[in-house]
């Protein structure tokens, strides 16, 4: 499975963006996609994920009621849109995906990886 990720980019303090990552292979069963991110000096954390058959997601505390992760079947793209961003959510974002629906937030469980697109929250 190749991923895709698209969007990003310079916004202030307060503004939204999107991101989106499509991919490459068809998806079924028992798949999630989710996103994660890396700041600079920082480990990659989880942000968010979505199953593909239930549409079940999960958020990391931090985005919580300001992110929303999302889903086109038909496009198998995942998509996450992001508001109120603050100076703390500037990281690279990276969309993964895996075959299984268990340990969601778990970043070691994720086999496809898409290249990371830069957010950047200014103050």
């Known amino acids: 499975v190749q991923l895709q990720a698209s969007g990003g980019g310079l916004v202030q303090t307060g503004g939204s963006l999107s991101l989106s990552c499509a991919a490459s292979?068809?998806?079924?069963?028992?798949?999630?996609m989710g996103w994660f991110r890396q700041a600079p000096g920082k480990e990659r954390e989880f942000v968010a994920v979505?199953?593909?058959?239930?549409?079940?997601?999960r958020y990391a505390d931090s985005v919580k009621g300001r992110f929303t992760i999302s889903k086109d079947i038909a496009k198998n793209t995942v998509y996450l849109q992001m508001n109120s961003l603050k100076p703390e959510d500037t990281a690279v974002y990276y969309c993964?995906?895996?075959?299984?629906?268990?340990?969601?937030?778990?970043?070691?469980?994720?086999?496809?990886w898409g290249q990371g697109t830069q957010v950047t929250v200014s103050s």
């Open positions: 979505i199953t593909w058959s239930s549409g079940s997601t």
């Open positions: 292979a068809r998806t079924a069963g028992s798949y999630a």
């Open positions: 993964a995906a895996k075959y299984s629906t268990i340990q969601l937030m778990d970043i070691k469980s994720y086999s496809y």
